[in-house]
């Protein structure tokens, strides 16, 4: 390496960390260097340790945070310059100084008064390094800006993430998520939802579990079942208020949840779906099946799911039958035209970040005209035409989920949105596809998590 001469403060970078312009003050008589870190936090397994922490790399700027994590070197007991002893956790990473780079270590400790957010010490300062004690910012300046621009966002590393399955199925789709997150270098970590409790309050809102309160996650993947919509919704919010990264929102599950005001936002936002009617009481009967039109017609409980609660009325004596014995259970159903056309065949669009990843068709099973794969249905991949897939893209962002299943019907005059899914499965999807759905969210949730360029302060 070429020979360096620093000052007794220096513009440094942390590429590994995300870092790319920091002031570092040089210290000969330190013996290893220190970085300002808080909400330090060690995760991942016990045998390959990580920490998460988050850097003001400006001070004065407690609105300028760059979320880091690192494997977790050591844990050291270091003395300070006024005395105090405290026991710091030490991580290593890349020092980046003009065109020049070497590893170095470092321990994460508070700095908030000291004016300089890092301090390098002897053991990063390498053989070809001399020391200027009376000078200062001898490398090349870096800038702050850095940290306002879009450049910060391009430069961020792949770092480890730590993120929680919010599931209390061990199915195919909660291990998928684990084993990928896992093969990536995530910690992915399994919390069953009704486990959750919370404390509300302004200052600190936390999410608490078995106990314990929950760390802080870079995002959360919301595996929510029907039975515990509310309370699921509940905890996702906590999440929210926190400001957790959710692939899910708790509104847009929310919505997606009840057929009936589903089919509302549907219709808001013009999108295609069957003709469909509600109301509470039992004299509107033959109203509501005049809304929708002439038998066969659908009657289908709001908590359906999985086809459960889904009847198929052949006649306008059946439709009547169904609604009243419905009626008679004090439950709420809707009333739906029935497409002829789809002949037992719907299509299956997994939505990721308003893309679609894949696509099937599911076919019922023999005599069933619910093309469920839990109901004994099957799968094949399909092609879906432009305007299908506009339908299913368009009705993902209607209610603002960033991971949907959209059940299209092909009927005569375009394709009609059957229902948004906001906890779709991967299984079927990803055996009929052959795709890596799992492996196209978790390119999604990385891209997400990057640091955002934060304003700039008018002089």
């Not at 430069?155 to 993120?163: D, E, F, G, N, T």
């Not at 002439?294 to 009547?320: C, D, F, M, R, Y």
């Amino acid at each position: 390496m070429d020979k360096l001469t620093f000052g007794w403060e220096e513009w440094v970078a942390l590429p590994d960390l995300g870092l790319p312009a920091i002031r570092a003050k040089v210290d000969t008589g330190a013996r290893t260097s220190a970085l300002h870190a808080h909400d330090i936090e060690v995760f991942g397994p016990a045998a390959k340790p990580k920490v998460r922490f988050n850097v003001h790399p400006i001070s004065g700027r407690q609105d300028v945070s760059i979320t880091c994590s690192a494997p977790l070197v050591d844990r050291r007991e270091v003395t300070s310059s006024n005395g105090e002893t405290e026991q710091r956790f030490v991580i290593a990473s890349t020092l980046s100084v003009g065109e020049q780079e070497w590893p170095i270590e470092i321990t994460l400790t508070n700095r908030a008064t000291m004016s300089s957010r890092m301090l390098l010490g002897r053991q990063a300062l390498s053989d070809h390094i001399s020391i200027s004690p009376t000078e200062k910012r001898l490398q090349p300046d870096l800038s702050y800006d850095v940290y306002h621009t879009a450049a910060l966002k391009r430069r961020a590393p792949k770092r480890a993430l730590r993120i929680a399955v919010l599931s209390r199925e061990d199915n195919y789709s909660t291990r998928r998520l684990v084993e990928v997150g896992d093969a990536r270098g995530h910690t992915v970590e399994v919390i069953n939802t009704t486990r959750c409790y919370m404390a509300i309050n302004t200052m600190a809102p936390e999410v608490h579990y078995d106990g314990k309160r929950l760390p802080r996650y870079d995002a959360v993947i919301p595996r929510i079942g029907a039975s515990i919509t509310p309370y699921g919704t509940a905890v996702i919010r906590q999440f929210e208020t926190i400001g957790t990264y959710c692939v899910n929102g708790s509104a847009g599950i929310t919505a997606s949840r009840d057929k009936l005001h589903a089919h509302q936002v549907l219709a808001s936002k013009k999108i295609g779906m069957p003709v469909t009617a509600f109301a509470a009481s039992p004299k509107d009967t033959s109203n509501l099946m005049g809304l929708v039109g002439t038998a066969p017609l659908i009657v289908k409980l709001l908590e359906s799911t999985q086809g459960k609660g889904v009847v198929l009325a052949e006649t306008k004596k059946a439709a009547e039958s169904v609604i009243d014995a419905f009626r008679g259970l004090k439950a709420n159903f809707l009333v739906q035209d029935f497409v002829k056309e789809a002949a037992g065949e719907d299509i299956r669009c997994l939505v990721i970040a308003g893309k679609v990843v894949a696509a099937m068709k599911r076919t019922g099973a023999e005599g069933d005209f619910r093309s469920n794969l839990h109901r004994g249905g099957s799968a094949t991949v399909v092609r879906i035409t432009r305007e299908e897939r506009d339908t299913a893209v368009r009705a993902a962002r209607a209610f603002g989920l960033g991971k949907a299943g959209v059940d299209l019907l092909r009927s005569t005059d375009g394709p009609k949105v059957l229902e948004v899914n906001s906890s779709p499965g991967f299984e079927g999807i990803e055996k009929a596809t052959g795709k890596d759905i799992v492996g196209k969210l978790y390119d999604e949730i990385e891209a997400r998590v990057k640091p955002q360029p934060s304003r700039r302060r008018k002089a």
